[in-house]
């Protein structure tokens, strides 16, 4: 997995939002609800992460913040579902006032978002459970669609990542449950 972290000017981002491009995990009964991405001039942070990954099919998750000197700090992770988050954490990044776009975020990311810090999320689908959890940590949530829940890659289940945190509200409790999931998938796959 290959995380990067790079500093630039901010550079002209295109206003409009991509709409999802079938390469998210199955969802569960999608219900489309209009992207509320904020749009500013110049673009805001959360505008610039969300045309960061619609512009590289190998990130899964952006996250920018401009300074006061108008520097913009743009973190990309790479890798399926929480994989990216998981490394943040293992690594001590924190996403204190930063805006991040995302693939597919259920209530597993969602409580990943709110243990780095993070201060708005976007994602091309999100679960109603994943929208709950980052409203109630004071994250801004936008979704291009919203659904019921996430469902595992077959299709035919819930995922387990949200299964994994269904009962489970605070991040800190979060991260380990996750983690402990992670470890069983990637043992069942050999």
Request: charged share 20%; with cysteine; net charge negative.
């Amino acid at each position: 997995m290959s995380d990067t972290t790079t500093i630039q000017p901010a550079p002209a981002v295109p206003s409009a939002v991509a709409s999802p491009d079938g390469t998210a995990a199955p969802t569960a009964g999608p219900a489309t609800a209009p992207p509320t991405v904020p749009s500013a001039d110049p673009p805001s942070d959360l505008t610039r992460a969300i045309a960061v990954l619609a512009a590289d099919a190998t990130l899964g998750c952006v996250a920018c913040r401009t300074g006061d000197d108008g520097v913009t700090a743009t973190l990309t992770g790479s890798g399926r579902g929480v994989r990216p988050l998981l490394q943040w954490l293992a690594d001590g990044v924190r996403l204190d006032g930063f805006a991040a776009a995302d693939r597919v975020v259920g209530k597993g990311a969602a409580l990943l978002y709110a243990r780095l810090g993070a201060a708005a999320v976007h994602a091309r689908t999100m679960s109603e459970s994943g929208r709950d959890a980052l409203a109630a940590h004071g994250i801004a949530a936008s979704w291009d669609v919203l659904v019921p829940t996430i469902l595992n890659r077959a299709g035919d289940g819930m995922c387990p990542i949200e299964r994994s945190v269904a009962g489970i509200e605070d991040p800190d409790e979060a991260e380990p449950a996750i983690r402990a999931a992670v470890a069983v998938l990637m043992a069942a796959r050999g």
